[in-house]
Structure formats: C-alpha cells, structure tokens
C-alpha cells in the first residue's frame, strides 16, 4: 500500500504530465483553420458585421481588448489585406458584441472567420493564424 506522501506525489506527477500534453496540444492547434460543421451555409451580412463585406473576401476577427495575439492576428490580417485585392479586414469586439459571439460559438480570442464574397463563413480559426493558412484558406473563398 503506498503512503499517503507518495500518493500525493503520483497524482501531481499524474496532473502535471496531463496538463502538459494538452498543453502542448492546444498550442499546435491554435489558429489552425478548419470548416466547422454548424458553420455550414451561415451567412454573415454588413448589418451583422457593421462593415460592408469584402468583394471578393472577408476576414472577420473577433478580439478583446487585453488579448495579445488578437494584435499580432491583427497585422497579420493586414498584411493578407493588402496583398490580396478585393479582400476586407473587419475587427469585432468580442465583449461588445456578446449576442454575434454566443450565436457563432466564439470561444476564445483572436478568432478568425474567413468569409466569400456572399458572406457565407468558408473556414475559422481559433487563435492566432498564420500568414500562409490565412493565404490558402482565401483560394478557398474566392
């Protein structure tokens, strides 16, 4: 029978060891971009976005204003923006608009909706995405 020191210390080592893994898990899965199933045929409009959508894309990010990555998505989106003609950037604050966050199912900032020129929502990504999926996930929409 082990002690209860020894106990205490494999069930740290156990949580320890767990919390790594998803760790390490959430990390190389942030800003992946992916279709969602519920995401399917949902169409975004100006009036929802308070911007006019894109003429060939938009990118909509949702942020807060605390969140670190949401600047660096922030310029990365910019920089997409002004090498692809035709596309838009829109920021949403996401405390500000909590309604828009709870109906897309916006769990964490910065949150990337890619759209095509009709508004329909083509992929997302849940935090910080990088330039080439950014990229690749616009062929996508346009």
């Known amino acids: 029978m082990l002690e209860s020191g020894t106990t205490a210390s494999l069930v740290c080592a156990v949580a320890l060891a767990a919390a790594s893994v998803f760790g390490v898990w959430r990390q190389r899965s942030g800003g992946r971009l992916k279709v969602r199933g519920r995401d399917a ?4 409009g100006a009036d ?6 894109g003429e060939r894309a938009t990118l909509v990010q ?4 605390f969140c670190q990555p949401c600047r660096a998505t922030r310029r990365t989106l910019a920089e997409v923006t002004g090498m ?11 405390e500000e608009r909590l309604e828009l966050v709870r109906e897309l199912g ?5 949150t990337v909706l890619v759209l095509d020129a009709d508004g329909r ?3 997302r990504a849940s935090g910080q995405p990088r330039r080439a ?5 616009l062929g996508q929409a346009v």
């Open 41 to 44: 045929g949902r169409r975004l």
């Open 48 to 53: 929802e976005l308070g911007a006019e959508l």
């Open 62 to 65: 949702f942020s807060s204003a």
């Open 84 to 94: 692809v003609d035709g596309v838009t950037h829109v920021e949403i604050d996401a």
């Open 106 to 110: 916006i769990l964490r900032t910065p």
């Open 121 to 123: 929502i083509v992929t």
């Open 133 to 137: 999926d950014v990229i690749a996930a």
